[in-house]
């Protein structure tokens, strides 16, 4: 077989069906398919907490190098406005994967599923407060607003996965 992520077979098996089929429920289904397809191995079973969990996985490691790419703009440049902005883009960042954390973590408490929503809104606030500091006018030499629409891409799928859930406790309560 080729390349894992060319590989027509995948769209055929039960889990890769399934993801296709949550993918078109988001709003950005092919970017949603390009992000979730290289991690099809890591979906074990089409129990949407499982897709959830796995999505929140692949999430906050997008985070993580998110941070690591501000922390390093932090330390390259010479400007200190701009590391200014780096760092409360990065912080903003660690914020975002502890509500990610909380979000994951509560996968199966349904005490906490009411919180979902808001935990997922603090992400895009998150986002939102660094796409700030990169105002439309902004000198941003490392296009820091394409990073924050690159991974708006992430938590909208995120938001989809903990919405089916919500859903689905609606419809069984």
């Given at each position: 077989m080729?390349?894992?992520?060319?590989d027509?077979?995948?769209?055929d098996?039960?889990i890769g069906r399934?993801?296709?089929?949550?993918?078109?429920?988001t709003?950005i289904?092919?970017?949603?398919?390009?992000?979730?397809?290289?991690?099809?191995?890591r979906?074990?079973?089409?129990?949407i907490r499982?897709?959830?969990?796995?999505?929140?996985d692949v999430?906050?490691?997008k985070t993580v190098?998110v941070?690591?790419e501000?922390?390093?703009?932090?330390?390259?440049?010479g400007d200190?406005a701009?590391?200014k902005k780096?760092?409360?883009?990065?912080?903003?960042?660690?914020?975002?994967?502890q509500n990610?954390d909380?979000?994951r973590?509560g996968?199966?408490?349904p005490?906490v599923l009411?919180?979902f929503?808001?935990?997922?809104?603090n992400?895009?606030g998150g986002?939102?407060?660094?796409?700030?500091?990169?105002?439309r006018?902004s000198?941003?030499p490392?296009?820091?607003?394409?990073?924050?629409?690159?991974?708006r891409n992430y938590?909208?799928?995120v938001?989809t996965a903990?919405?089916?859930?919500?859903g689905?406790?609606?419809?069984k309560?």
């Amino acid at each position: 077989m080729g390349d894992r992520e060319d590989d027509p077979e995948i769209d055929d098996t039960q889990i890769g069906r399934y993801l296709r089929d949550f993918c078109s429920d988001t709003r950005i289904s092919k970017q949603c398919w390009k992000i979730i397809k290289p991690e099809i191995n890591r979906f074990t079973n089409t129990d949407i907490r499982n897709v959830a969990g796995v999505v929140i996985d692949v999430t906050m490691e997008k985070t993580v190098d998110v941070v690591g790419e501000f922390t390093q703009l932090w330390l390259d440049s010479g400007d200190d406005a701009l590391k200014k902005k780096y760092r409360s883009c990065a912080e903003s960042y660690v914020s975002a994967n502890q509500n990610l954390d909380a979000v994951r973590s509560g996968l199966y408490n349904p005490d906490v599923l009411q919180e979902f929503s808001g935990w997922v809104d603090n992400v895009e606030g998150g986002m939102k407060s660094c796409n700030r500091e990169f105002g439309r006018k902004s000198f941003d030499p490392a296009h820091v607003r394409n990073r924050n629409k690159e991974y708006r891409n992430y938590v909208e799928i995120v938001r989809t996965a903990t919405n089916k859930i919500l859903g689905n406790r609606d419809r069984k309560g």
